[in-house]
Protein backbone atom coordinates (compact mmCIF):
# COMPACT_ATOMS: atom_id res chain seq x y z
CA UNK A 1 0.00 0.00 0.00
CA UNK A 2 1.29 3.56 -1.03
CA UNK A 3 -0.11 6.58 1.13
CA UNK A 4 0.88 9.78 -0.89
CA UNK A 5 0.02 13.22 1.10
CA UNK A 6 -0.83 16.32 -0.72
CA UNK A 7 -2.12 19.61 -0.57
CA UNK A 8 0.16 21.17 2.19
CA UNK A 9 2.00 24.75 2.20
CA UNK A 10 2.24 28.33 3.87
CA UNK A 11 -0.86 29.54 4.86
CA UNK A 12 -1.62 33.15 7.46
CA UNK A 13 -3.41 32.29 10.47
CA UNK A 14 -7.30 32.60 9.83
CA UNK A 15 -6.65 30.86 6.49
CA UNK A 16 -7.76 27.54 4.37
CA UNK A 17 -6.00 24.51 3.47
CA UNK A 18 -7.47 21.34 1.94
CA UNK A 19 -5.02 18.17 2.27
CA UNK A 20 -5.59 15.09 -0.32
CA UNK A 21 -4.31 11.87 0.45
CA UNK A 22 -4.28 8.62 -2.51
CA UNK A 23 -4.06 5.26 -1.50
CA UNK A 24 -3.05 3.37 -3.89
CA UNK A 25 -3.15 -0.65 -3.15
CA UNK A 26 -5.81 -1.85 -1.06
CA UNK A 27 -9.87 -1.87 -0.88
CA UNK A 28 -10.30 1.55 0.59
CA UNK A 29 -13.94 1.45 0.61
CA UNK A 30 -14.23 -0.83 3.33
CA UNK A 31 -11.35 0.68 5.43
CA UNK A 32 -11.64 3.37 8.14
CA UNK A 33 -9.35 6.42 7.17
CA UNK A 34 -7.46 8.64 9.77
CA UNK A 35 -5.37 12.06 9.35
CA UNK A 36 -2.68 12.58 11.97
CA UNK A 37 -0.04 15.06 12.23
CA UNK A 38 3.60 15.78 13.43
CA UNK A 39 5.21 18.65 14.73
CA UNK A 40 8.84 19.06 14.90
CA UNK A 41 10.09 17.43 17.94
CA UNK A 42 6.47 15.93 19.03
CA UNK A 43 5.11 12.35 18.85
CA UNK A 44 2.56 11.83 15.77
CA UNK A 45 -1.00 12.35 16.73
CA UNK A 46 -3.95 11.79 15.54
CA UNK A 47 -6.22 14.50 13.78
CA UNK A 48 -10.03 12.85 12.72
CA UNK A 49 -11.04 9.68 11.61
CA UNK A 50 -13.53 8.62 9.15
CA UNK A 51 -15.35 5.42 8.90
CA UNK A 52 -15.27 3.09 5.06
CA UNK A 53 -17.79 0.44 4.20
CA UNK A 54 -20.43 0.43 1.90
CA UNK A 55 -22.58 3.46 3.14
CA UNK A 56 -23.89 6.64 1.62
CA UNK A 57 -23.34 8.18 4.90
CA UNK A 58 -19.53 8.41 6.45
CA UNK A 59 -18.98 8.78 10.54
CA UNK A 60 -16.15 10.75 11.57
CA UNK A 61 -14.08 11.66 14.55
CA UNK A 62 -12.24 14.51 15.76
CA UNK A 63 -9.42 15.65 17.87
CA UNK A 64 -10.20 18.15 20.03
CA UNK A 65 -7.84 20.49 19.11
CA UNK A 66 -9.22 20.26 15.63
CA UNK A 67 -12.81 20.00 16.63
CA UNK A 68 -15.29 22.51 14.63
CA UNK A 69 -12.37 23.95 12.26
CA UNK A 70 -11.38 20.58 10.10
CA UNK A 71 -13.35 18.39 8.10
CA UNK A 72 -12.56 14.79 7.12
CA UNK A 73 -13.69 13.35 3.77
CA UNK A 74 -13.41 10.68 1.22
CA UNK A 75 -14.34 9.77 -2.26
CA UNK A 76 -14.04 6.27 -2.50
CA UNK A 77 -14.08 6.21 -6.20
CA UNK A 78 -10.91 7.73 -6.56
CA UNK A 79 -9.67 6.13 -3.16
CA UNK A 80 -8.77 9.64 -2.10
CA UNK A 81 -8.88 10.83 1.85
CA UNK A 82 -9.32 14.76 2.31
CA UNK A 83 -8.92 17.23 5.34
CA UNK A 84 -10.54 20.59 4.79
CA UNK A 85 -8.75 23.12 7.60
CA UNK A 86 -9.97 25.99 7.87
CA UNK A 87 -9.11 28.88 10.34
CA UNK A 88 -6.13 27.96 11.08
CA UNK A 89 -3.73 28.43 14.18
CA UNK A 90 0.00 28.62 14.18
CA UNK A 91 -0.38 25.67 16.60
CA UNK A 92 -1.49 23.55 13.53
CA UNK A 93 2.16 23.58 11.89
CA UNK A 94 2.67 20.17 11.12
CA UNK A 95 3.67 17.60 8.80
CA UNK A 96 0.55 16.14 8.30
CA UNK A 97 0.09 11.77 7.37
CA UNK A 98 -2.62 10.05 6.07
CA UNK A 99 -3.16 6.16 7.46
CA UNK A 100 -5.94 3.67 8.85
CA UNK A 101 -7.82 4.30 11.77
CA UNK A 102 -6.31 3.21 13.96
CA UNK A 103 -2.76 3.49 12.25
CA UNK A 104 -1.10 0.25 10.97
CA UNK A 105 0.27 0.61 7.36
CA UNK A 106 3.81 1.62 7.06
CA UNK A 107 3.44 5.54 6.93
CA UNK A 108 3.73 7.15 3.40
CA UNK A 109 4.82 10.56 2.76
CA UNK A 110 3.53 13.30 4.53
CA UNK A 111 2.43 16.79 3.61
CA UNK A 112 4.09 20.01 5.27
CA UNK A 113 1.38 22.70 6.14
CA UNK A 114 3.28 25.78 8.21
CA UNK A 115 0.79 28.45 9.80
CA UNK A 116 2.08 32.12 9.68
CA UNK A 117 1.07 34.59 12.37
Known amino acids: VQLQASGGGLVQAGGSRRLSCVVD????????MGWYREESGSEREWVAG???????????SYADSVKGRFTISRDNFKETVYLQMNSLKPEDTATYYC????????WGQGTLVTVSS
Open 99 to 106: NTDPARWP
Open 50 to 60: IVGGGRTTFPD
Open 25 to 32: GSNFRDIN
